[in-house]
């Protein structure tokens, strides 16, 4: 850490105080705000560019970094602004090369274990007529570390962290805060005493004594009196605007992440109930109902916090059901086994009449269930404060409810997301008992079961070659830059580059999975609107690009029409059909070889979509079965061109869903090949 080892042992204390605990210890009037990391970033740019400006003649500045790496980022912008200054001060973490040294400005190199700067962001900005400065201390944000903890490693959390600190234009309160920084800078580099006292003589700095909080307030006092004469400069009202508005979006985005993280929870507990529902259909064996009912109950009602969660069969012509699965909290009684009246119950007859879930806030104080003696009997067994009852449908027909209770003093309102969540778990359960019921005839679901089989398969196959392969690959890079601390940086690079590279592959192979599973089971939400079809097919190719080497890349030529009318589809699918056809054309094409895509009308009603090839092409006995899913010319576990198998497939299902068509065309081997598909027509034509 350069020469800042001569620190003396009574300095070492001293460097553990907080600059900000300091500064509100000084000017106890002071209240500490809370500040995201992008607020502080453009606040500290508004007050450099201050600076930067020239606005701000021959000005004291000083600037501390948590980490030598942020400091990076900034080193040019500091390089600038020494340009207006003689007196600019950067305190850093010494991590790498960052040390104490006298070149464009002053460099002071902190201790990176002992000292509290490690934790806090400071600039300070002193000049005749202008004052302004930042200290700032890093916040734990359990709300962060919440939804980080849910969310996928790709997201960056980074502009969500919290910190609290003081940014003000008050002249007082920056001459002190500087001067604690100063104190602090001559611990490290004692030899800056004469151009430190020049600066304070120069800005009629005061040493900031700690002792005392009388100290204090005569410091504040010495100040105030000097400086009565000076003019104060208020906060740039536009830089102020710009960081309400930052906060006011970072909140909004913590709310965006929250609302992810319970989007994915809910993702993540249907996935699980179905692959527990399926790993019996996995065995060859018919689904039994009670399982399924079993499964879910226990995971949905750990989901959702409920003091009890029942299933149970029901149709709508029942009197009775009997509670045979259940989840309960520990202060809860089992209903396990007992009847629940359907008949004389006005709740459970809403549900069948108007196919929808039934909540009632306060079960004491309800009408319906005070004018039945049946069901007030039941709510007080149950000890049922709120109730939520969902129904389990399937094609309007009734299977089954899921009911939610609260037991407690006082009511309760489910969330949104909670509620949500329930009822997706019910179409999920009304979906899988029809499933277990049609196992019971087993002629009529032989050839669904032999396409199962093939599928199963094919999935063995990727999965084998497309997740082991990458997987085995990424441990490998990880054990290596673990056990193997003295690595070359190089090679650590590229043991990174390498698993992120496999990691990339595998999440694509988990999405087309994901995307073709949502395409099959109607799960797709369709937003159709009226585009020209070139701003598709320039959104698509530079997606292309964006994700290869140009000098991989084929030529790519475009064939369209400035005169063809608009498409009726949902664009964003649109787009991701061209990409995957241009990315399956680019995986068989050489770099010297020629992309084209061309559109024509087809009929009145369709516009017809052409990307064609000089690649390898397709046998022409092939051409058909080249849109299966998991379909490889060259077979899972021998291909030279990478994927999926899947890209194809999922294009024929968006295609067909809005009316469409798709074929291929090769004249053979090394023939190239096209690929076509049809897109309906905009209705109104005048759009264009």
């Known amino acids: 850490m350069g020469d800042s080892g001569a620190v003396r042992e009574k300095d070492r204390m001293s460097i553990k105080t907080s600059v900000l605990s300091e500064l509100l210890q000084a000017v106890p009037q ?23 400006a020239a606005t701000v003649e ?30 600019v001060y950067v305190l850093a973490a010494a991590e790498t090369d960052f040390s104490n040294a006298s070149e464009d400005y002053e460099t002071i190199a902190f201790d990176p274990q002992q000292d509290a700067l490690r934790h806090e962001w400071h600039l300070v900005v002193i000049a005749r007529h202008y004052t302004t400065c930042l200290v700032c201390r890093e916040r734990q944000n359990p709300a962060l570390e919440l ?21 003000t234009s008050d002249r007082e309160v920056s001459h002190i ?19 430190v006292s020049q600066a304070q003589r120069y800005f009629g700095l005061f040493r900031f004594s700690r002792s005392a909080a009388s100290s204090a307030k005569s410091t504040r006092q010495a100040i105030a009196k000097q400086h009565s004469s000076s003019e104060q400069v208020d906060s740039d009202p536009f ?51 009670q399982e399924i009912l079993k499964v879910a109950v226990q995971q949905l009602g750990q989901a959702v916090y409920a003091s009890r969660c029942i299933i149970y069969r029901a149709q709508s012509t029942d009197a009775t059901a009997t509670i045979s699965h259940e989840f309960v909290s520990s202060l809860v009684s089992l209903l396990s086994e007992q009847t629940v009246p359907l008949q004389h119950n006005p709740l459970f007859q809403t549900v069948v009449q108007q196919q929808e879930r039934v909540y009632v806030a306060d079960a004491q104080t309800n009408e319906q269930i005070s004018k039945s003696q049946v069901l007030a009997a039941f709510v007080e067994q149950a000890a049922i404060r709120s109730w939520l009852i969902v129904p389990i449908l399937y094609q309007g027909k009734l299977l089954g409810i899921i009911e939610l209770h609260h037991c407690g003093a006082t009511t309760y309102q489910w969330q949104k997301d909670d509620v949500a969540l329930v009822e997706a778990i019910a179409t999920q359960v009304g979906a899988t008992l029809i499933q277990a019921e049609a196992y019971t005839n087993l002629e009529d679901l032989n050839q669904q079961l032999e396409a199962l089989d093939r599928t199963r398969s094919n999935l063995i196959a990727i999965t084998g070659h497309e997740l082991r392969t990458p997987l085995s690959t990424i441990q490998v890079c990880l054990e290596s830059l673990a056990s193997e601390p003295d690595m070359p940086l190089e090679l650590q690079q590229v043991m990174l580059n390498t698993a992120l590279a496999d990691s990339e592959r595998m999440r694509k192979l988990i999405q087309d999975f994901l995307t073709l599973s949502n395409l099959e089971s109607g799960r797709i939400q369709w937003h159709l609107e009226s585009l020209p079809l070139e701003e598709c097919i320039s959104l698509a190719i530079s997606r292309i690009r964006t994700r290869t080497i ?55 009603q369709m516009l017809e979509v052409t990307v064609a090839d000089t690649g390898r092409g397709i046998e022409p006995k092939r051409l058909e079965v080249v849109f299966d899913r998991f379909y490889q010319e060259e077979g899972a576990l021998r291909r030279t061109a990478g994927g999926t198998g899947l890209g194809l497939a999922i294009c024929r299902q968006i295609v067909n869903n809005w009316g469409g068509q798709i074929w291929a065309k090769s004249a053979g081997k090394n023939q190239g090949s096209q690929f076509h598909f049809t897109v309906p027509i905009s209705e109104n034509r005048q759009e264009q």
């Open 58 to 87: 021959n000005p004291l500045l000083i600037a501390s970094f948590q980490r030598e790496s942020f400091y990076r980022q900034e080193a040019n912008r500091y390089r600038r602004l020494a340009r207006q200054s003689n007196q």
């Open 177 to 195: 805060a500087a001067d604690i920084l100063l104190q602090r800078i001559l611990v490290y580099r004692p030899e800056l005493q004469t151009k």
């Open 147 to 167: 939804y980080s903890a849910e969310l996928p490693v790709s997201f960056d959390m980074d502009p969500a962290r919290q910190f609290e600190g003081i940014w």
């Open 550 to 604: 140009a000098k991989d890349l084929p030529e790519i030529v475009i064939q369209v029409p400035e005169t063809l009318p608009l498409v009726r589809v949902d664009g964003d699918w649109l787009v991701e059909v061209i990409s995957k056809l241009l990315d399956n054309a680019c995986k068989f094409t050489p770099p010297n070889g020629q992309i084209t895509i061309a559109a024509h009308c087809y009929d009145s």
């Open 239 to 289: 830089v102020q605007r710009l960081v309400t508005y930052l906060q006011a979006s970072q909140y909004k985005l913590l709310k965006a992440y929250g609302s992810i993280a319970l989007q994915e929870r809910k993702e993540r507990l249907v996935n699980s109930i179905t692959a527990a529902i399926r790993r019996g259909s996995d065995t060859g064996q018919p689904l039994h109902p």
């Open 30 to 52: 002071l209240r500490a705000q809370i500040y995201f990391k992008s607020s502080l970033t453009a606040l500290s740019h508004a007050m450099e560019d201050q600076v930067l």
